[in-house]
């Protein structure tokens, strides 16, 4: 049974460019959350999708959005990079109608110089 | 959303129990206590979760003061694998899906 899945693994950009960060959620599950790790912090939450809506999402600026597919997998996409969101994006998925644990995947290291 | 207060780092002797303390003074009815580790070049994953009893599973143990203003994580026996950031979250799991993060309590495991 594959785990949650991201790619890339690893990603270089410039400010001011764009980037977009995919993710495929654990078999069966209907629920991505997407949450950006700063070195040397826990990770913070973006937002979360379900349904192909955005269901919640946190204190991040409209420059964040995302996207899920009907087959559950779902992209997150961030325009005009700043050097600040250099950071490690992980996604985690899980099912919206049980009390249940979220999995998390091994993350996209992103780096803006 | 209702705050966790972790020690920044522990260290423990391999084979021997560790204890993780959490303090959440300012816990609601309805939050569970969820714990989850990440260890080095991984994503965080679940290690246990309770609301108002003690809980065990397979990697640890979960107990909760009566009050439910704290509680603390017990690995029985720590291996060098058990070296990594364990997170204390509360989440109210009515509906509510996100995890809040604080910064954790990074443990060591002395050989």
């Known amino acids: 049974d594959a785990g949650v899945t991201q790619s890339p693994t690893h990603l270089i950009k410039t400010r001011g460019q764009q980037v977009t960060l995919r993710c495929s959620p654990k078999?069966?599950?209907?629920?991505v959350s997407w949450y950006q790790q700063a070195l040397g912090q826990g990770p913070q939450f973006i937002f979360q999708?379900?349904?192909?809506?955005?269901?919640q999402r946190g204190n991040f600026p409209d420059r964040f959005s995302g996207h899920q597919f009907p087959n559950y997998s779902s992209e997150l996409n961030v325009n005009a990079l700043l050097l600040g969101d250099s950071a490690l994006y992980l996604c985690?998925?899980?099912?919206?109608?049980?009390?249940?644990?979220?999995?998390f995947g091994p993350g996209t290291r992103l780096t803006v110089l | 959303d209702a705050k966790t207060t972790q020690p920044n780092s522990m260290e423990s002797n391999e084979e021997e129990p560790v204890h993780l303390p959490c303090n959440h003074s300012?816990?609601?009815?309805?939050?569970?206590i969820h714990w989850y580790r990440q260890l080095p070049s991984q994503g965080p994953e679940y290690v246990i979760h309770?609301?108002?009893s003690n809980v065990n599973n397979r990697m640890a143990s979960l107990a909760i003061a009566e009050d439910r203003k704290s509680s603390t994580l017990i690995l029985h026996r720590a291996t060098l694998r058990d070296a990594a950031v364990y997170y204390c979250?509360?989440?109210?799991?009515?509906?509510?899906?996100?995890?809040?993060f604080g910064t954790g309590t990074r443990l060591t495991i002395i050989p």
């Open positions: 985690a998925s899980s099912f919206i109608s049980v009390i249940d644990t979220q999995y």
């Open positions: 078999s069966g599950h209907d629920t």
């Open positions: 999708y379900y349904e192909e809506e955005e269901r």
């Open positions: 300012t816990i609601s009815g309805t939050d569970y």
């Open positions: 309770g609301l108002t």
């Open positions: 979250i509360l989440r109210d799991d009515f509906g509510n899906e996100k995890l809040t």
